[in-house]
């Protein structure tokens, strides 16, 4: 159990990072093209242990073109801006490593 902890954990940062990387790139691209649609979204998370969600929180807000706006303990929603609309697996790609890693 605490070796697939310890692999959940080494996944999550290895997909943190590319998905900044990723999205770098992404925003990048998209201002120097002017496709910019702002729109908040509010996400529901299967995280249920306060801190994964604020894990969660916090890697969308590293992630650029994203920001957590607030963040709904009780309901599990968060509460997100993103610079365009997407889907919510690619907002919050890494949410099954989290979970793997503290749930």
């Known amino acids: 159990m605490f070796l697939m902890r310890i692999f959940y954990g080494i996944a999550y940062f290895i997909v943190l990072i590319f998905e900044i990387i990723k999205a770098t790139w992404d925003v990048a691209g998209r201002?120097?093209?002017?496709?910019?649609?702002?729109?908040?979204?509010?996400?529901?998370?299967?995280l249920k242990r306060p801190v994964s969600q604020t894990i969660l929180a916090n890697s969308i807000t590293l992630t650029p073109g994203t920001l957590s706006i607030d963040l709904d303990s009780e309901n599990q929603i968060l509460k997100v801006a993103i610079i365009y609309p997407r889907s919510k697996e690619e907002v919050i790609p890494f949410e099954p490593y989290i979970k793997g890693m503290l749930e």
């Not at 201002?31 to 299967?46: A, F, W």
């Open 31 to 46: 201002t120097l093209n002017g496709k910019v649609e702002p729109v908040v979204v509010e996400i529901e998370t299967e």
